[in-house]
């Protein structure tokens, strides 16, 4: 077992990035190391944004950032009313008993707002 996982990804600017993730978010940043910031999502569970000083990224829809909370509704209100992009509003997901509804961040990257409708650990 582990002490705490950080999921690392780059993004063309940090400064946008800390907008989303500090202030739309309400994520604390924890560590600035220049090029590099740490925001803490829960206890023991980090998300890490590193400057990428090589042009455009493509977004991959193959990560996806999910944070896990009983006020999916408020959230995708707060987000949608803010003007970051959402896919559609919360919808119930019957095959994986899941709440949920897609954002993007600043770069694209796919952000999942959830809630599982069945006990989860």
Same mark, same amino acid.
């Given at each position: 077992?582990?002490?705490?996982?950080?999921? *690392? !990804?780059? =993004?063309?600017?940090?400064?946008?990035?800390? #907008? *989303?993730?500090? #202030?739309?978010?309400?994520?604390?940043? %924890? +560590?600035?190391?220049?090029?590099?910031?740490?925001? &803490? @999502? /829960?206890?023991?569970? *980090?998300?890490? +944004?590193? &400057?990428?000083? &090589?042009?455009?990224?493509?977004?991959?829809?193959?990560?996806?950032?999910?944070? @896990?909370?009983?006020? @999916?509704? &408020?959230?995708?209100?707060?987000?949608?009313?803010?003007? %970051?992009?959402?896919? /559609?509003?919360? $919808?119930?997901?019957?095959?994986?008993?899941?709440?949920? !509804?897609?954002?993007?961040?600043?770069?694209?990257?796919? =952000?999942?707002? #959830? $809630?599982? +409708?069945?006990?989860?650990?």
């Amino acid at each position: 077992m582990f002490d705490s996982h950080i999921l *690392f !990804f780059p =993004v063309i600017d940090l400064a946008r990035s800390y #907008q *989303f993730y500090s #202030q739309i978010l309400g994520l604390k940043l %924890v +560590l600035d190391q220049g090029g590099i910031q740490i925001y &803490q @999502v /829960a206890p023991g569970a *980090f998300v890490g +944004l590193c &400057q990428h000083e &090589q042009g455009p990224l493509a977004a991959d829809d193959r990560l996806i950032l999910t944070l @896990v909370t009983t006020e @999916v509704d &408020q959230w995708y209100e707060r987000l949608a009313t803010g003007g %970051v992009s959402v896919d /559609a509003p919360p $919808r119930e997901n019957p095959r994986y008993r899941i709440y949920h !509804f897609f954002a993007r961040d600043p770069d694209g990257y796919r =952000v999942e707002i #959830q $809630r599982f +409708l069945h006990p989860f650990p």
